[in-house]
Nanobody
Framework: QVQLVESGGGSVQAGGSLRLSCAASGYTYSSYCVGWFRQIPGKERDGVATMHTGGGRTYYADSVKGRFTISRDNAKNTLYLQMNSLKPEDTALYYC??????????????????????WGQGTQVTVSS
């Protein structure tokens, strides 16, 4: 069973930076779709940034392009989200997600929600103006 544990959330002023981490355990496939999503109370969960553990293409929501960077350390089974130039509208509960990439035909685009079958508990990010 895959387990994901997020850390690194907190409170920061607008323009500041935070780095989220997601430690994964229980991986059995050779490649996974991994990424970050966020949710505001009363709204749907939105994709922020995703990729697959084999490297290659990354996917970003338009609202975070140029400010957020997703990366991973496969040796540590850890996923990161570097968030710079934070804005109050980035305030949300951030979730780490993963799903086995059973074939190269499977896109790890966050819009393919079915690709992500495991979820962490979330870490809160609060950006004040």
């Amino acid at each position: 069973q895959v387990q994901l544990v997020e850390s690194g959330g907190g409170s920061v002023q607008a323009g500041g930076s935070l780095r989220l981490s997601c430690a994964a355990s229980g991986y059995t496939y050779s490649s996974y779709c991994v990424g970050w999503f966020r949710q505001i109370p009363g709204k749907e969960r939105d994709g922020v940034a995703t990729m697959h553990t084999g490297g290659g293409r990354t996917y970003y929501a338009d609202s975070v392009k140029g400010r957020f960077t997703i990366s991973r350390d496969n040796a540590k089974n850890t996923l990161y989200l570097q968030m710079n130039s934070l804005k109050p509208e980035d305030t949300a509960l951030y979730y780490c997600a993963a799903g086995p990439r059973v074939g190269s035909w499977l896109s790890c685009d966050f819009r393919v929600l079915a690709a992500f079958t495991y979820w962490g508990q979330g870490t809160q990010v609060t950006v004040s103006s």
